[in-house]
């Protein structure tokens, strides 16, 4: 695994904007008051030629009593516990604060290598930042995260502190857990994870970024995505909330495949069908977990009761993979990780082009394509041209005469031929002249 460089530091001094700025993209949310970051948020950078995992954390607040404070309190000090090097955020306009003062005394028992920061320094001089070596953590790297200025200076410093040898990242399957709030993701993650590794409170809402943790099971990697609740437009109440959301959606297209978790006590929803269709058009494979059903009141039909009616709800996508599971007590919580493994195999199979021609060829003999103004769709030939979601690409005499339901036709042919469950295909017809 690459060397992990923590960013830690009380709230709004600045640690998300020098993240982003790192990681060369927007990956945490950032806003001009505290709390907005909650959870540990990880991206993949490198410098002078090394990579690493750099980490963002919420803010400390090391006397705060609330449990939202003690909770992202306690994720910092595990990003703390599993970096090499840590990059002590302050801020140079307000100066050092008491606050600066307990994070040090936290650093120092970590005996951790700390590299000091501090940022907000948009004109330097030597006293501008003399009071921070009151802190007794070394010399104090002058830093604005914002204009990019001294940004260089502090890397170098940490990079000097990375264990030596070769660095090499390995694949893993990514897999972002989605969902409305309160469904339970931040406990699956958990429970898959064997450790406190997102914030789980009964706050709705309270994951705001989506969280990147890699993880390797039975001598495969992983990377599970913990998102934020994804709720209906209108009830996105303001900037931090959309940008949550915006964050999960993006995770969702960065993902191999997308877990759906849904509340079995409220059932399938008309917001969870609408972000499972996100996915679906994003061409994902997925797996819907039914979460809580130690809560559901059961008997022999509950689980078919609850099949129909997801069938009925998500006739649009009838190749889904369900699972009936419970991430509090880890009532089959091991078959998610199995099962997202099955559907990204499918959608990574290949159908070998002669028997694909066969198939098809076979399947139009069967049911002929309806005429439309005396003209009848012929299909020429066949041939899967990609995977992710696989596509299957028709030549065909008009690509306008192939109707939807005809195309769904075989979309079924091809899926009773080969196991396609759990991930959408493609068809595309291409049209050529006639001779």
């Known amino acids: 695994m690459n060397p992990v460089v923590a960013i830690v530091g009380r709230p709004n001094v600045g640690k998300s904007t020098f ?87 936290m650093l120092r028992r970590s005996r951790r290598p700390v590299v000091l920061v501090v940022n907000k320094v948009d004109e330097y001089t030597p006293d501008t930042v003399s009071e921070f070596y009151a802190l007794g953590l070394g010399e104090p790297y002058p830093v604005s995260a914002e204009h990019g200025r001294g940004v260089g200076d502090a890397l170098d410093k940490a990079v000097e502190f990375f264990p030596k040898g070769e660095q090499s990242a390995s694949d893993a399957l990514k897999i972002a857990v989605v969902g409305k709030p309160n469904a339970g993701k931040s406990s699956l993650v958990n429970k898959i994870l064997g450790s406190e590794r997102t914030i789980v409170t009964p706050i709705a809402g309270t994951t705001r970024d989506a969280v990147d943790t890699r993880f390797s099971r039975g001598g495969k990697d992983y990377v599970i995505i913990d998102t934020a609740g994804i709720r209906r437009k209108r009830s996105v109440e303001d900037d931090v909330e959309y940008y949550s959301v915006l964050r999960a959606f993006d995770a969702v297209r960065r993902a191999d495949v997308a877990v759906l978790v849904v509340d079995s006590m409220e059932g399938l929803t008309e917001q969870d069908v609408r972000i499972i269709g996100y996915v679906h ?80 060829i076979d399947a139009v003999r069967v049911s002929e394509p309806p005429s439309y103004n005396g003209r009848r769709l012929k299909l020429y030939y066949s041939a899967q041209v990609s995977v992710c979601p696989p596509l299957f690409a028709l030549q065909v005499n008009d690509e306008t005469l192939l109707h939807f339901s005809y195309e769904r036709y075989l979309e079924n042919i091809i899926r009773e031929a080969y196991d396609f469950s759990g991930t959408p295909i493609r068809i595309q017809a291409r049209g050529r002249k006639e001779e």
């Open 281 to 360: 058009e994003q061409g994902k494979p997925s797996v819907v977990v039914m979460n809580k059903w130690d809560a559901v009141e059961k008997d022999t039909h509950t689980v078919n009761a609850f099949e129909k009616k997801l069938a009925e709800d998500l006739k649009f996508m009838s190749y889904y993979k369900s699972v009936y599971i419970s991430a509090k007590t880890g009532q089959r919580v091991d078959k998610v990780l199995s099962l997202a493994e099955e559907a990204f195999a499918h959608a990574n199979f290949r159908v070998p082009t002669g028997a694909l021609n066969d198939l098809l």
């Open 19 to 105: 993240f982003n700025r790192v990681a060369g993209r927007k990956i945490s949310i950032t806003e001009n008051r505290p709390g907005v970051t909650r959870d540990r948020i990880t991206a993949d950078c490198e410098w002078r030629g090394k990579p690493f995992t750099l980490i963002d954390t919420g803010g400390l607040e090391p006397r705060s009593e609330d449990l939202l404070w003690k909770q992202i309190a306690l994720q910092a000090s595990l990003a703390v516990d599993t970096a090499d090097v840590i990059l002590f955020f302050t801020d140079g306009r307000e100066g050092l604060t008491s606050s600066d003062y307990e994070v040090a005394e």
